[in-house]
T-cell receptor
Framework: NAGVTQTPKFQVLKTGQSMTLQCAQD?????MYWYRQDPGMGLRLIYY???????DKGEVPNGYNVSRLNKREFSLRLESAAPSQTSVYFC?????????????FGEGSRLTVL | GQSLEQPSEVTAVEGAIVQINCTYQ??????LSWYQQHDGGAPTFLSY????GLEETGRFSSFLSRSDSYGYLLLQELQMKDSASYFC???????????FGRGTQLTVWP
């Protein structure tokens, strides 16, 4: 049982380049989330998707776009990367029938923007 | 808006008991979660309190007082492997949105 899988695990970009972080879950969860974690800042919500076909902004959505491709997959796109987007990105999912506060996280994608 | 306060660091010795406090302010509140994170790895769920009172799960317990906007995580019989960051995360909506604090770095000494 893979849980939440993120790709790539590591990526280095130059300022202005674009890229997409991929996330897939095999637990049949309805809700999916993208967080970023910076040193000393905890985890901040970028975007979330309560169900297939819906997406909403979180605390720090600027500079990002998301796509809920289907129930399994939720991707995060950086159209024009900036050094301020250097961070660790975590994807998470939630079972709407499970414990309300329980998120299942992927292992993270470590992005460096030069 | 949202605000969270938890201590940045806590240290304790093996076998001891430690309490990590969390005070929160959110525009909506449905419950309080706690997560553990080792060395920047995937955060893992520990507990969730929707109602006031104490929830016990093995060596870990979590408490919530909604009227005080306060909760704590209690770790008993500390082990070296408990050294990690611990995050409180209020649930601010029915859609499962969680807001994470900056976390508390727990160091357990032998």
């Amino acid at each position: 049982n893979a849980g939440v899988t993120q790709t790539p695990k590591f990526q280095v970009l130059k300022t202005g380049q674009s890229m997409t972080l991929q996330c897939a879950q095999d637990m049949n969860h309805n809700s999916m989330y993208w967080y970023r974690q910076d040193p000393g800042m905890g985890l901040r919500l970028i975007y979330y998707s309560a169900s297939e076909g819906t997406t909403d902004k979180g605390e720090v959505p600027n500079g990002y776009n998301v796509s809920r491709l289907n129930k399994r997959e939720f991707s995060l796109r950086l159209e024009s990367a900036a050094p301020s987007q250097t961070s660790v990105y975590f994807c998470a999912s939630r079972d709407s029938g499970g414990k309300a506060g329980e998120l299942f996280f992927g292992e993270g994608s470590r992005l460096t923007v030069l | 808006g949202q605000s969270l306060e938890q201590p940045s660091e806590v240290t304790a010795v093996e076998g001891a008991i430690v309490q990590i406090n969390c005070t929160y302010q959110t525009s909506g509140f449905y419950g309080l979660s706690w997560y553990q994170q080792h060395d920047g790895g995937a955060p893992t769920f520990l507990s969730y309190n929707a109602l006031d009172g104490l929830e016990e799960t093995g060596r870990f317990s979590s408490f919530l007082s909604r009227s005080d906007s306060y909760g704590y995580l209690l770790l008993q019989e500390l082990q070296m492997k408990d050294s990690a960051s611990y995050f409180c995360a209020p649930r601010g909506s029915t859609l499962g949105r969680l807001y994470f604090g900056r976390g508390t770095q727990l160091t357990v000494w032998p």
